[in-house]
Nanobody
Framework: VQLQASGGGLVQTGGSLRLSCEDS????????IGWFRRTPGKGRKGVGC????????YYEDSAKGRFTISRDNANNTVYLQMNSLEPEDTAVHYCAATKVYTTYGCPPINEYEYWGQGTQVTVSS
């Protein structure tokens, strides 16, 4: 498993970005992908997650109504579409993989075994 997040950048408030999480390794052995973000001094917080095989998605409150997670299994890529961005969304964003299949919400962060390098998202006011 070799995850790589990309697509970050600088946008103005109200703008949009689409992040990609590509697995360039062999056939995935995990069941879910989560998106997280880290701001200085605050640690990593969840944004949302998806089950790989059925596409069910779950979002944290900060992302509901603004962000959408989708997947392209043929290309081992999961996307995070972020709309209506706010300065509070400024963070390094990461994707991570878990072997947990969930039906109740995103698994705890300690269930994610594989992490990619992050991509910086900066939202200017």
């Amino acid at each position: 498993v070799q995850l790589q997040a990309s697509g970050g950048g600088l946008v103005q408030t109200g703008g949009s970005l689409r992040l990609s999480c590509e697995d360039s390794g062999f056939a995935p052995t995990y069941r879910g992908i989560g998106w997280f973000r880290r701001t200085p001094g605050k640690g990593r917080k969840g944004v949302g997650c998806t089950n790989i095989f059925d596409g069910t998605t779950y979002y944290e409150d900060s992302a509901k109504g603004r962000f959408t997670i989708s997947r392209d299994n043929a290309n081992n890529t999961v996307y995070l579409q972020m709309n209506s961005l706010e300065p509070e969304d400024t963070a390094v964003h990461y994707c991570a993989a878990t072997k947990v299949y969930t039906t109740y919400g995103c698994p705890p962060i300690n269930e994610y075994e594989y992490w990619g390098q992050g991509t910086q998202v900066t939202v200017s006011s």
